[in-house]
């Protein structure tokens, strides 16, 4: 199994490069980074989130994260607001211009995304999903060894 592994292992990692320059691309030419449009796209779906677990949700080092929300802070796409029952908690808030600027983008991202994935039926789609979702928690096992 192991050359077929490793050839899984090379079409994926095609795969998910081939996707994400793609991606990254469509994501620049709104003026943002990858990892902004990451923090922007979990507060416009999931709401404010405390700076502390943006990290986690989005894969991103928490030392990264105090710059990045600066950043977003400075483009005034969100705002820092304090938790009202813990003082040691801070939130990300997207601001009305962060939402108007992901009403603006995600309809293209999305859509962009779809054109990438057409070339697999439903089902497929679903099956691939399931399928990278076991081995990437499989994998997750090695790496909390």
């Keep these: ?11 994926l990692s095609r795969a998910y490069r081939s996707i994400n320059d793609h991606m990254n691309k469509h ?16 507060l416009y779906h999931k709401g404010d989130q405390p700076l502390q677990q943006i990290g986690d949700k989005i894969l ?3 030392g990264s994260i ?23 908690v801070t939130f990300a808030q997207i601001t009305e211009k962060g939402i108007g600027l992901l009403n603006d983008i ?23 999903t399931e399928m990278l979702k076991r081995v990437g928690l499989n994998a997750k096992q090695f790496h909390n060894k």
Aim: net charge negative.
């Design 1 to 11: 199994m192991t050359e077929k592994s490793l050839k899984l292992f090379i079409v």
């Design 27 to 42: 994501i620049h030419k709104h003026g943002l980074n990858p990892t902004e449009f990451a923090v922007l796209e979990l």
């Design 60 to 62: 991103l080092a928490s």
């Design 66 to 88: 105090t710059y990045v929300v600066d950043k977003l802070e400075q483009k005034e796409l969100l705002i820092r607001k304090a938790s009202p029952t813990d003082r040691r």
């Design 106 to 128: 995600f309809p293209d991202h999305a859509a962009e995304i779809d054109e990438m994935i057409s070339v697999l039926s439903e089902e497929e789609v679903e099956m691939c």
